[in-house]
């Protein structure tokens, strides 16, 4: 077990978790952990609000977070395949080199249909053939999203129409390929969520905020407005250990952006390509 129940005689501290419900409906609407240090709280070294990690179930981080990134990458995997293959066969057609953009590629297979493009284009039969599969699968990948959908089923719609699959059987591929990744340093998960998700869950590391000490109450009868939040658990000290190092290691790193983390992964990443040999 991650977790101990609390009673309502203890006073806050270090890795309890505060839910916060909204007054009118009962739903739940914020999860939260609390990341101030044990010794702060206890000096009252920590003015009127105590410093909180946001923790999201771990179902809706994979539809939502994990989907939405991998969402942007496939988009932008597809959009750039589609301008290399249009900038080819115009640098043919031109004997030279194309100054086509990426706009200006969207709004061509936007205006034109691709049997137009492809006599633009002066193709045979075979680069015609390829080329209209490639714009046909593009337009309907970026049109065939709803707006109610999540990003794990808007990722999954544009798979299939790829792939040529089930959407259902593409949710299913996308849920294995999460299970077999590595997820971020930025995030700590954890085997469920008390009261909230028995699924798991996915303390966000970055997305720190603050909890005035004043809304913060004990008894479920005590909980009055929407700003008041609900303490119910507490994570035993192992795993709260282990979460402030986590965040104490990322926040380390003091004035570096997203973008250096990106770059600093990629190179990691880049060793593949050099000639150890």
């Known amino acids: 077990m991650e977790w101990e129940q609390m009673s309502p005689d203890v006073e806050i501290r270090q890795g309890d978790l505060l839910i916060e419900r909204n007054s009118s409906t009962g739903q739940i609407e914020n999860t939260l952990l609390v990341i101030t240090a044990d010794c702060d709280i206890s000096k009252g070294k920590f003015g009127s609000y105590i410093a909180a990690l946001r923790i999201t179930p771990l179902p809706e981080y994979v539809t939502s977070n994990w989907a939405t990134t991998k969402l942007s990458k496939k988009i932008a995997d597809h959009t750039t395949q589609l301008h290399q293959v249009l900038i080819k066969h115009h640098g043919k057609l031109l004997q030279g080199v194309s100054?086509?953009?990426?706009?200006?590629?969207?709004?061509?297979?936007?205006?034109?249909?691709?049997?137009?493009?492809?006599?633009?284009?002066?193709?045979?039969?075979?680069?015609?053939?390829?080329?209209?599969?490639?714009?046909?699968?593009?337009?309907?990948?970026?049109?065939?999203?709803?707006?109610?959908?999540?990003?794990?089923?808007?990722?999954?719609?544009?798979?299939?129409?790829?792939?040529?699959?089930?959407?259902?059987?593409?949710?299913?591929?996308?849920?294995?390929?999460?299970?077999?990744?590595?997820?971020?340093?930025?995030?700590?998960?954890?085997?469920?969520?008390?009261?909230?998700?028995?699924?798991?869950?996915?303390?966000?590391?970055?997305?720190?905020?603050?909890?005035?000490?004043?809304?913060?109450?004990?008894?479920?009868?005590?909980?009055?407005?929407?700003?008041?939040?609900?303490?119910?658990?507490?994570?035993?000290?192992?795993?709260?250990?282990?979460?402030?190092?986590?965040?104490?290691?990322?926040?380390?790193?003091?004035?570096?952006?997203?973008?250096?983390?990106?770059q600093r992964k990629a190179t990691i990443q880049n060793l593949t390509n050099y000639k150890w040999i």
């Not at 953009?101 to 002066?122: F, H, K, R, Y």
């Not at 999954?156 to 294995?176: C, F, P, T």
């Not at 930025?186 to 720190?208: C, H, K």
Request: charge should be negative; include cysteine; charged fraction near 25%.
């Open 99 to 262: 100054s086509l953009t990426v706009d200006a590629v969207i709004n061509w297979i936007q205006q034109e249909t691709a049997a137009e493009i492809c006599l633009a284009l002066a193709l045979e039969r075979k680069d015609s053939t390829k080329l209209t599969k490639t714009i046909e699968n593009y337009l309907a990948a970026i049109t065939c999203v709803e707006e109610h959908e999540t990003p794990l089923e808007r990722l999954a719609r544009i798979n299939s129409v790829y792939n040529g699959s089930d959407v259902l059987l593409e949710i299913s591929k996308l849920i294995q390929s999460a299970q077999n990744e590595v997820f971020p340093e930025d995030t700590f998960i954890l085997s469920d969520i008390p009261n909230v998700s028995a699924q798991g869950g996915v303390v966000m590391l970055r997305e720190l905020v603050g909890v005035h000490i004043k809304s913060i109450k004990y008894r479920l009868s005590e909980v009055a407005a929407d700003s008041d939040v609900l303490r119910t658990h507490r994570l035993i000290p192992q795993i709260k250990y282990a979460i402030s190092q986590s965040f104490g290691a990322l926040y380390s790193r003091i004035g570096l952006s997203k973008e250096y983390e990106n």
